[in-house]
């Protein structure tokens, strides 16, 4: 039982990590994109 709500426990943290992540590097490739596109605005 105790080994059972450790994995589960576990496995919430990694869910929640890999979320993380994948929130974060949504993000950064946004930022990336934006950043990119904003000069060729401001040229116009």
Known sequence: MFIMKKLRTGTG??????????????MFSVYHEIKATRPKIEKK
């Open 13 to 26: 943290f990694w869910s929640k990590l890999s979320l993380l992540l994948a929130v974060a590097q949504l």
